[in-house]
C-alpha cells in the first residue's frame, strides 16, 4: 500500500492543523488507517485509527477529546482535524495502513506488538507547536 500525507506545519499553541492521507495500490476490500506520531528521542506511538469496514474509531488517550480521526468512504483517504494542539504534540506525524484492524487499534490502545509490520507508511510529515 502507498500512502502519501498532507498538512502539517508550524502552529501556535491553541491552534488547530489538518493532516490528510491518502492510500493507492492495494486490492484489499478493506484497508484500516491511522495515524502515528514520533517525537524527537521517543518511539513512535499511535494516537488514532479507523476502521474501514464499519468506522469504528479508537484514539490515545493523550489526545482524545482535541483530535478527530475520519475518513472519505468514496475514496481510501483518511483526516486527522487537530485542535487545541500543545507544545507536547510536536513530532512527525506517520500515516500508516494495514488490512487488518486488531493490529492497528492495538498499537492506538497501547498494547499493540511494535514489531509488526504494517501494510504501509506514510513518508511523515512534520508538526511544530510553538509555546
Known amino acids: 500500500v502507498q500512502l502519501v500525507e498532507s498538512g502539517g506545519g508550524l502552529v501556535q499553541a491553541g491552534g488547530s492543523l489538518r493532516l490528510s492521507c491518502a492510500a493507492s495500490?492495494?486490492?484489499?476490500?478493506?484497508?484500516?488507517m491511522g495515524w502515528f506520531r514520533q517525537a524527537p528521542g521517543r518511539e513512535r506511538e499511535g494516537i488514532s485509527c479507523?476502521?474501514?469496514?464499519?468506522?469504528?474509531?479508537a484514539y490515545a488517550e493523550s489526545v482524545k477529546g482535541r483530535f478527530t480521526i475520519s475518513k472519505d468512504n468514496g475514496e481510501k483517504r483518511v483526516y486527522l482535524q487537530m485542535d487545541h494542539l500543545q507544545p507536547e504534540d510536536t513530532g512527525v506525524y506517520y500515516c500508516a495502513a494495514d488490512g487488518a484492524w486488531g493490529p492497528l487499534v492495538d498499537r492506538v490502545l497501547g498494547i499493540g506488538n511494535p514489531a509488526y509490520e504494517f501494510d504501509g507508511w506514510g513518508q511523515g510529515t512534520q508538526v511544530t507547536v510553538s509555546s
Open positions: 495500490g492495494s486490492t484489499l476490500i478493506y484497508i484500516h
Open positions: 479507523i476502521n474501514d469496514e464499519d468506522g469504528r474509531i
